[in-house]
């Protein structure tokens, strides 16, 4: 569902607002390592792998879903914000993990072609 927020003063756009279920995907972009339990950091969720993956510039990912975070203590909190390009990535997400060990899997490549994703 489409819902309208101001961004800047004046400046509204439409984005598009995900349900965190249990079975929503959490991908981080990068290949460096995750970082140690209780810290924020950011990520984007889709329905699937690469609808989340799209919202990541990095062409390696790490992934999870929304329930095995929360089954560890952890959250997920939806966090628009505009990307170095400008651009608005209505799927951000800042990750915190409470358990050890991660549940986000190893590194893996982007499945998303870099023209195609976020920037």
């Known amino acids: ?6 961004l800047v003063e004046g400046v509204f756009s ?3 607002i995900i349900a965190l279920t249990d079975l929503v995907i959490v991908v981080r972009g990068g290949a460096s390592e995750l970082p140690p339990p209780g810290t924020v950091f950011s990520g984007a969720v889709g329905e699937t792998l690469e609808g989340a993956a799209a ?9 999870t879903t929304v329930g ?3 089954a560890g203590g952890g959250s ?3 966090k ?4 170095r390009s400008g651009r608005i990535n209505e799927r951000h997400v800042d990750v915190v ?3 050890a060990p991660s549940t986000f899997s190893d590194p893996i490549p982007n499945p998303v072609p870099r023209k ?4």
Do not use: K, Y
């Open 55 to 63: 919202f990541v510039p990095h062409g390696t990912i790490r992934f």
């Open 76 to 78: 997920v909190t939806l």
């Open 1 to 6: 569902m489409p819902l309208s927020l101001p």
């Open 80 to 83: 628009p914000e505009t990307t």
């Open 97 to 99: 993990e409470d358990a």
């Open 14 to 16: 439409l984005l598009s």
């Open 68 to 70: 095995a975070v929360l």
């Open 116 to 119: 195609d994703r976020i920037q």
